[in-house]
């Protein structure tokens, strides 16, 4: 080791998510339509599960 201090580093600004005070909606967007997607994924699995009464689990 130098024993030299680094300096500090400046932020970031190609991320324009952070550098506007929107920025932040293009991601909540994102996350809302794969949420949207993850919902309507786990009610076709229920559904499916529920008209399929051949492969329940037995305890045995």
Do not use: V, W
């Not at 952070?18 to 699995?45: C, F, H, M, V, Y």
């Amino acid at each position: 080791m130098s024993g030299r201090m680094k300096e500090p580093r400046a932020p970031r600004t190609s991320d324009p998510e952070r550098t506007s005070p929107k920025g932040g909606t293009a991601r909540e967007d994102r996350l809302k339509a794969a949420l949207k997607a993850n919902i309507a994924r786990r009610k076709a699995q229920a559904k499916a599960r529920s008209q399929d009464p051949g492969e329940q689990e037995q305890d045995g």
